[in-house]
């Protein structure tokens, strides 16, 4: 797909209400989803994990968007956000949720045009069905991702059809060209893979029980982890004593071993005091409204660190209010860097893999078949950056592997599947500009993994669509 196929749509604030407009319609004529989603929002209040930091005493400090939030909910709520901040700003923000919320609604809108292939009429009907798995927290990612990825095909002249849960089997969409059935998958990774959560949880516990011995009043501070292992369950009390002495003691660098295993602390930055910083907008009242005043103040930017904390490096945390004089006020910041080797063994290679095993067996007897995987490309670009031992001898880059070895591999061991196919989510691309269906690489519409011996080949025309450009590390 060169330059000048790529569907490139314009769309100002209009476009995105009526997407979300469609979308939520859509929900609430298959279900009482208006009804759900207000009690999401009245149950977010109700239980203090989401409030005006104007309602947020002091003492408590709470945090705009501390909850994690229904995805689908979230989403839609984030939109509509975004929209009404357009009204007060004369700006709209093509934030990754909002581009979501305009690609399901774009589906939606050639949702009836879609054929349905399904082995009886019990149960559901079609349109139910995406709705309840839209509805279920566990389904809504992949339900988006299909619904995205036949619309797509669909607009791009393709014959497609949608298939019902469980009376096939093994498919979410089937693509005819040339009197030919191309069976696909649609999988959509969330934005952190299984060790990286575990990570955000094990930093997370280390902070909190620094924070259970010690009390260091307004202060931030920045440190580093380094350790040739990662730390564990076992590691954890004693690398948050160790923190709490360095801390306690202002010390530059601390150590300790546990179950010979050696962590080294360095205490790379301390802050004394809260940081007040002048504002003249209004009191932030929405999770948007939150991101727009963290964007404009950088609330850890006072500490000197490398890494983004709140990225799959590190862990971070900052306690944020607005005083009676309309200054904000940042304390208790800190960013915590782990500098390990996080991803020897890297836990998405199991995801991607398991996921491709087990579609190649849901779709064995309907070839040719294709399964896309729509993952976060910063997922991406950290295995490209990261270098690790080749099957062939030498060394190659942790997505190399993946894609040029593992994947390989395995698909030339199987007779189903004809190509694996990756893509990612973008945002906003120049003025309003949103690339619909957005690959991997600004250059790059996709990135493909063919069988070079299939059973049955793909159609030339489907296979010209999703061929694409290698993702390479330079």
Not at 290 to 300: A, N, Q
């Amino acid at each position: 797909m060169d330059d000048s196929e790529r569907e490139t749509v314009e769309l100002d604030q209009y476009d995105v209400m009526r997407y979300e407009q469609l979308l939520s319609e859509f929900l609430d004529r298959h279900s009482n989803f208006e009804d759900q989603l207000s009690e999401w929002r009245k149950g977010l209040n109700r239980h203090g994990e989401r409030v005006s930091l104007d309602e947020a005493p002091e003492s408590e400090m709470s945090i705009a968007n501390a909850r994690e939030a229904h995805p689908l909910f979230s989403r839609i709520v984030t939109t509509r956000e975004e929209t009404n901040r357009y009204f007060r700003t004369g700006n709209i923000r093509m934030l990754l949720p909002v581009v979501d919320v305009i690609y399901a609604g774009r589906a939606i809108e050639v949702f009836d045009e879609l054929g349905v292939i399904e082995a009886d009429e019990t149960g559901p009907d079609i349109a139910e069905e995406y709705v309840q798995r839209l509805l279920n927290r566990d389904e809504t990612l992949d339900a988006l991702f299909e619904l995205e990825t036949a619309s797509i095909f669909h607009r791009r002249g393709f014959d497609t059809k949608l298939v019902k849960e469980g009376s096939v089997g093994g498919r979410d969409i089937v693509v005819t060209e040339d009197c030919t059935d191309v069976s696909i998958e649609c999988k959509r990774k969330t934005s952190q893979v299984p060790f990286d959560e575990k990570m955000e949880i094990t930093g997370k516990t280390i902070s909190d029980k620094v924070w259970n011995q010690i009390n260091i009043g307004k202060d931030s501070f920045a440190l580093r982890i380094s350790s040739d292992t990662p730390p564990k369950d076992q590691h954890i009390d004693q690398l948050a004593d160790s923190i709490a002495e360095l801390l306690r003691n202002r010390w530059e660098e601390n150590s300790v071993t546990v179950d010979g295993d050696k962590f080294h602390i360095e205490l790379l930055d301390y802050y004394e005091g809260g940081r007040v910083t002048e504002y003249e907008g209004r009191i932030p009242r929405t999770a948007s409204e939150m991101d727009e005043l963290r964007e404009k103040i950088d609330p850890l930017g006072h500490l000197d660190h490398e890494i983004d904390p709140m990225d799959t490096d590190g862990h971070g945390d900052v306690q944020i209010f607005v005083n009676e004089l309309g200054q904000v006020v940042v304390m208790n910041a800190y960013a915590m860097e782990f500098d390990f080797p996080k991803y020897d063994e890297i836990q998405l290679n199991d995801w991607v893999m398991n996921t491709i095993r087990s579609a190649s067996s849901q779709v064995s007897g309907f070839q040719p078949s294709v399964v896309f995987i729509d993952l976060p490309y910063i997922v991406i670009e950290q295995m490209q950056r990261r270098e690790t031992e080749s099957y062939h001898g030498g060394t190659v880059s942790q997505w190399q592997r993946l894609a040029n070895e593992q994947i390989i591999g395995l698909l030339n061991k199987s007779d189903s599947l004809n190509a694996i196919i990756f893509s990612s989510h973008s945002e906003q691309h120049g003025d309003n500009v949103v690339e619909m269906g957005r690959p991997i690489a600004v250059d790059s519409p996709i990135h493909s993994i063919f069988n070079i011996d299939p059973e049955e080949e793909l159609p030339s025309r489907i296979k010209e669509f999703i061929e694409g450009s290698h993702v390479d590390p330079d």
